[in-house]
Structures are given as C-alpha cells and as structure tokens.
C-alpha cells in the first residue's frame, strides 16, 4: 500500500507554488463516511491523514519529552477525527494522553465516532491510499504501514467519477480519543477547564473571518476580536510550555493580501509574487500569539522558501520576559 504525494490542493504531480495562483481546492473523498463524489470538492470540513506531516512530527516530539502521563490533548476543528488519529498514530505511547476532540459541525462529529473512511483507489491508480504532501521515501512507507495496522478494509463503494474503499478505524487507536461537538471559542472551559499539554486549532481560522479579511492585509473588526479572544482563552487554558498548534493552509495561517494594495516592505519575498495575491511577512495572526506571549518553535514549508510558524509555545515560568515596572510619576 502506498501512500500518494498528492499535494494540498488534491492535484498529484505539482508542487505547492505551481497551484499557487489557484484558490486552494481540496477533495472531500475522505470526509464523508458515505456520502457520493458530488461533494468531494466541498473543502469547509476537509481533512485528511498526517496533514502537514512537519509540524504534527515536531508536536508529538515536543509533547512526548514535555508532558507526563495523562496530560490532555485538546484537539479543536477535528473534522472527521484524522488529525487526533493520526497523532495517535504517531505517539510512541498511545495511551500516555487523552485527545479530547471538538468540532462546530455535528455530522462531522458523528462521522469522526462512525470512524469509517473513503480512499480513493480508481482515479489515481489501484495504489495510492491517502493524501500526503510532505512524506517521502522512508516516511511514506512508515504511514502506511501504520494505517495498516489500525485500519480494516470494511468495503468499496462506486459511483459516476471514481471507485473508492472503505477503511475502518480498530477500536485500539481510539481508546483514548473523545469526539463531541464543541467551539474553539469556549476553549478556556470545555473539558472540565483543567490545564491542557496542547491546543491544535489547525485551518480553521479564516472559519472566523470574512473572505475579503482573508484577502485583505489588515485582519481588523469583528474577525479579529474573535481571534484575539481565542488566543488569549488558549494561553490561559495551557499548562506552562504547553503549545497552541496552527495550520499551514493559505487562508490560516500565511495570511494573503491583495499586492496593489500592501506596501513592499510587509511582503515576503517571491512566494505568490507572480500573481495577483502576496504573502505578508508577518500576518495578523502571528502578531496577536506573540504579543500574547507565545514562540514559534516548529515550521511547516509552504514552497522550498518560505516557513510557517505553527507550533507555538506558551512560556515555562522561568521564561517569561519581565517586563520593566512603570515608574511611579509621584515619586520621582
Ligand atoms: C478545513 S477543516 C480542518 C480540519 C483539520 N483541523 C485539518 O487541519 O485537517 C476546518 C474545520 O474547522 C471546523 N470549525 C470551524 N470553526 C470552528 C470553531 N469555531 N470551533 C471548532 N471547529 C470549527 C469546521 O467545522 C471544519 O471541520
């Protein structure tokens, strides 16, 4: 079995700046337990496993040598549960945290709990099982080994436009997995409101913004209130070192802007710079998790050039930078 390197926009065989210019476009084959092909270009809850391999890696990393047995794991936007799967996939000791899962659509929570999964076999070929943009060689072959040994083929289902099979989850990969629906806005009390080892909120931010926010260079009004509301609720719900998780999808996380219309010096260099759309240096979303406390301390690459900050660490106590005491005006 193999797993295919298809990339983010579901196009096999291009690379992430050739389908730049494209809004991205992502099949839903694997979102629906079993619903048709009709609604595989509806990309709003769209999933898929080991999405972003780099930055799930540095996470599970991070965590397994960070955080004790028992530590929660809150997993927001879980869509149809590939991500928390996929972490658990990839921990060395699955049970050594609970990944307590929450999504604002309630079929797509009934869907993570079904846990049965659509691959396409037919359009790509008898062997490509899953989307996966940043695996190689080795990696590629460890995935899907791994989805071997935790998933049972439970059928195939045809259609006008392609043949797909059926994948069943094992009940063993979900032990310590909880799905229910839930909003990132309500993040501070959900699940007892105990300290939590990690928040991942991946692709799923402009779900709060307006398309022309998304677009435009400045994330002002409405969008951002809600923004800044959730990183600060996230901070606060974190355990010291304990890290908020982003995704790397255009709209999310890199912030585009309208180049007519954005000075210069706040574009990055030559990513999206041959079309109508640039990428800002640092985006709006950047600026809120660092002035609220938060490091980057893992990247995805988006292109060969261009990194991504989506591993974001709430500081230890010891490395909070003190801030100068404001001098008493009376007393000097
Ligand atoms: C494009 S999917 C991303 C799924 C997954 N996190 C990933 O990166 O592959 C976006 C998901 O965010 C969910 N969502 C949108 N707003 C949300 C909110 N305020 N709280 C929780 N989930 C939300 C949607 O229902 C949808 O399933």
Redesign the pocket.
């Known amino acids: 079995m193999k797993i295919s390197r298809i990339n983010s926009s579901g196009v096999y065989g291009q690379t992430h700046k050739q389908i730049a210019p494209k809004d991205p476009v992502?099949f839903g084959i694997y979102v629906r337990g079993e619903e048709s092909a009709s609604r595989k270009f509806q990309?709003?809850?769209?999933?898929?496993f080991f999405?972003?391999l780099a930055t799930l890696d540095i996470a599970v990393n991070y965590l397994e040598k960070t955080f004790p047995k028992g530590t929660t794991i809150l997993?927001?936007?879980?869509?149809n549960g590939?991500?928390a799967l996929s972490l658990n996939m990839m921990f060395k000791d699955r049970n050594k945290y609970l990944i307590q899962c929450?999504?604002?659509?309630e079929k797509?929570i009934e869907d993570a709990k079904r846990g049965e999964y659509n691959v396409a076999t037919e359009i790509f070929g008898e062997e490509f099982l899953l989307y996966n943009n940043d695996a190689t060689g080795k990696q590629q072959k460890e995935l899907a080994n791994k989805f071997e040994q935790f998933f049972d083929k439970s059928g195939d289902i045809f259609d006008h436009h392609l043949s797909t099979k059926k994948f069943k989850v094992k009940d063993s990969l979900k032990d310590n997995i909880n799905f229910e629906q839930?909003?990132?806005?309500n993040v501070d009390s959900a699940a007892c409101g105990q300290k939590v080892g990690a928040i991942?909120?991946?692709?799923?931010f402009y779900?709060?913004l307006e398309r022309a926010e998304t677009m435009g260079y400045k994330c002002t009004g409405e969008g951002k209130t809600k923004i800044k509301d959730v990183i600060d609720k996230a901070y606060t719900r974190l355990e010291p070192g304990g890290i908020f998780v982003m995704?790397n999808?255009l709209e999310d996380s890199i912030f585009r802007a309208n180049s007519a219309a954005v000075p210069e010096s706040h574009l990055a260099t030559t990513v999206l710079r041959d079309c109508r759309v640039s990428i800002l240096k640092k985006t709006p979303i950047q600026e809120m998790l660092e002035g609220r406390g938060f490091t980057p301390i893992g990247y995805s690459t988006v292109n060969d050039d261009f990194a991504v900050p989506t591993v974001w660490k709430k500081p230890f106590k010891g490395e909070i930078k003190k801030t100068a005491p404001l001098k008493n005006k009376a007393a000097v």
């Open positions: 992502s990309h709003k809850y769209t999933s898929w999405r972003d997993d927001y936007a879980c869509s590939q991500e929450y999504d604002t659509d797509s839930g909003d990132i806005k991942f909120f991946r692709n799923a779900h709060m995704g999808c």
